[in-house]
T-cell receptor, first 109, second 113 residues
């Protein structure tokens, strides 16, 4: 069954603004990953955060994890039109990876 | 670069046909997966395999079977295609163990008419 649930389902912002997407999950995890999917293509890995980490950065990406609230957020700073895509969180528990339904991000030039 | 290749990008099949979706990875990964993606439902796991000739059911295995005769190849089989199997199918692979990146193919769009 689906594990993560992303919020919001869709997000539309102007270029240069920050985009924040949230993921909530229900059970224990070893780690949580974020993936990006361009329209009609496969998913591409963005960043992984382990259950004992609270925050991680990669370029313009910032991921936080709160295991007490069973939630994670992905922040994209200074967004670009090329960031337009769907973003998925994936929870990993003992090699069992489950994906949410995704957030559709549109960045307007 | 890791490459996961799905043999068919777009397919149109008739109801009742047997359909094969092929997937090959070139990184010697132990784990391979088949997902189905539908609007609003995200990715749902159909089957996965952690070794040659091994398979495990995912969340929605009904109407599907899989074959893994070689480590690099994982096939999804629709024994008798139905219209409710019209969807995008994604193959993926990963090294065994927790915390490893999953590498996806480009997807196969299947339409059953």
């Amino acid at each position: 069954s689906q594990q993560g649930e992303e919020d919001p389902q869709a997000l539309s912002i102007q270029e240069g603004e920050n985009a924040t997407m949230n993921c909530s999950y229900k059970t224990s995890i070893n780690n949580l990953q974020w993936y990006r999917q361009n329209s009609g293509r496969g998913l591409v890995h963005l960043i992984l955060i382990r259950s004992n980490e609270r925050e991680k950065h990669s370029g313009r990406l910032r991921v936080t994890l709160d295991t007490s609230k069973k939630s994670s957020s992905l922040l994209i700073t200074a967004s670009r039109a090329a960031d337009t895509a769907s973003y998925f969180c994936a929870t990993d528990w003992n090699n069992d990876m489950r994906f949410g339904a995704g957030t559709r991000l549109t960045v307007k030039p | 670069d890791v490459k996961v290749t799905q043999s068919s990008r777009y397919l149109v099949k008739r109801t009742g046909e047997k359909v094969f979706l092929e997937c090959v990875q070139d990184m010697d990964h132990e784990n391979m997966f088949w997902y189905r993606q539908d609007p609003g439902l995200g990715l749902r796991l159909i089957y996965f395999s952690y070794d040659v000739k091994m398979k495990e059911k995912g969340d929605i295995p009904e109407g599907y079977s899989v074959s893994r005769e070689k480590k690099e190849r994982f096939s999804l089989i629709l024994e008798s295609a139905s219209t409710n199997q019209t969807s995008m199918y994604l193959c993926a692979s990963a090294e065994h163990g927790s915390g490893n990146t999953i590498y996806f193919g480009e997807g196969s769009w299947l339409t059953v008419v």
